[in-house]
């Protein structure tokens, strides 16, 4: 396997977090429907194929501690910084200024991150270790986004809101 470089491993990070950023500000401008909340984690769940060749394998204990970390450590902040609201008959996602804040964050964890768990685990198996941990980061914030998604459909078929005044901005908790 070829050496990569600290400076080429930090233009992949800038590479991959401007692609993050410019996907969601794109995922802003389009209605939010079932299908964009659950096929990014369903699409990403065939990435634990790299578990059948065992360079990437890690001891269940470690991938239960990077799931749990990546679910609730590094989902929090994007579950509170995305909201969804109706406009007209759709729901969107309110932009919000601390996404971009989020995301430099976590490409500073995963950058110095890196090095430190490349003192203890292979190159795969660290690398099969940021794949759970993002997964768990991704479904918790989907299924956030999910559960979201169903309070404002609950809400537009409920009469005595709109008649309350519409639907406010909510949470995708």
Not at 79 to 102: E, Y
Not at 137 to 157: D, E, T
């Amino acid at each position: 396997m070829p050496h990569i470089t600290p400076f080429e491993y930090g233009i992949s990070i800038l590479v991959g977090g401007a692609v993050v950023i410019f996907w969601r500000i794109r995922e802003t401008r389009t209605a939010v429907t079932l299908k964009k909340i659950l096929i990014p984690p369903a699409g990403m769940s065939t990435g634990f194929s790299m578990f059948a060749v065992p360079d990437f394998r890690i001891p269940w204990t470690w991938a239960l501690i990077a799931f749990a970390t990546g679910a609730t450590l590094l989902a929090w902040p994007l579950v509170a910084t995305t909201k969804l609201h109706r406009q007209g008959a759709v729901i969107m996602m309110k932009r919000s200024p601390a996404f971009l804040v989020v995301i430099f964050a976590l490409l500073a964890i995963r950058f110095f991150a890196d090095g430190f768990f490349d003192k203890f685990l292979t190159v795969p198996q660290t690398a099969g270790t940021f794949f759970i941990l993002a997964f768990g980061m991704i479904v918790c914030w989907r299924g956030s986004m999910f559960l979201g998604y169903r309070r404002l459909n609950a809400q537009r078929a409920d009469p005595t809101a709109e008649a309350a005044g519409g639907t406010p901005a909510l949470d995708a908790e």
